[in-house]
């Protein structure tokens, strides 16, 4: 089945504690991208990446990292993660040939206390 | 960059009405807006999109027509269902953005039975 995967879903963490959010999908996309989704602001993309070695800054990259070691997979990491980090967290791929038809995971939900 | 402006922020309507909501971008060069819906608790999922060189496209009970001299573009629902009730968003992006989506806010939708 066609599918992006993250991991872990939900996580409760405290100030400082380094995490990684794992993002995976097993449609050859070369396309992949992490949003934040926050009440009232949409969904604000944080890096993006369009193909293995390739990352950018998306409109809110402050206090995030990224790499795009293999095609399926583009981590995020908080080195040092704050309480205004606390949010809903969406990787999605693409091609990038097909314009922009992107393909959502299923969230990780995350609170920095 | 692209700034995108959705509105209504909340709508609420009778079942079988018809559903209005409308998007306007900033970035000429735009030309690819894909709507997404998501659900309570769900990942967003593309439902309709249309490219600059058409000005309307239709899908079964949903819409969206694109005024490029304007700027704006709309999704139009008709014979809403209690089904249709969901978060929806508007986006826009351009070749000079490559495959970076660029949101709206979002819009509410209930749909009463």
Not at chain 2, 28 to 42: C, H, I, M, V
Request: net charge positive; with cysteine; glycine share 6%.
């Amino acid at each position: 089945e066609a599918q992006v995967t993250q991991n872990p879903r939900y996580l409760i963490t405290v100030t400082g504690k380094k995490l990684t959010v794992t993002c995976s999908q097993n449609m050859n996309h070369e396309y992949m991208s992490w949003y934040r989704q926050d009440p009232g602001l949409g969904l604000r993309q944080i890096y993006y990446s369009m193909n293995v070695e390739v990352t950018d800054k998306g409109d809110v990259p402050e206090g995030y990292k990224v790499s795009r070691k293999e095609k399926r997979n583009f981590p995020l990491i908080l080195e040092s993660p704050s309480p205004n980090q606390t949010s809903l967290y969406f990787c999605a791929s693409s091609f990038v040939a097909s314009k922009n038809t992107q393909y959502f995971g299923p969230g990780t939900r995350l609170t920095v206390l | 960059g692209e700034n995108v402006e959705q509105h209504p922020s909340t709508l609420s309507v009778q079942e079988g009405d018809s559903a209005v909501i409308k998007c306007t971008y900033s970035d000429s060069a735009s030309n690819y807006f894909p709507w997404y819906k998501q659900e309570l608790g769900k990942r967003p999922q593309l439902i309709i999109d249309i490219r600059s060189n058409v000005g309307e496209k239709k899908d079964q009970r949903i819409a969206v027509t694109l005024n490029k001299t304007a700027k704006h573009f709309s999704l139009h629902i008709t014979e809403t269902q209690p089904e249709d009730s969901a978060v929806y968003f508007c986006a826009a992006t351009s070749n000079n953005a490559g495959n970076m989506l660029t949101f709206g806010g979002g819009t509410r939708l209930m749909v009463k039975p």
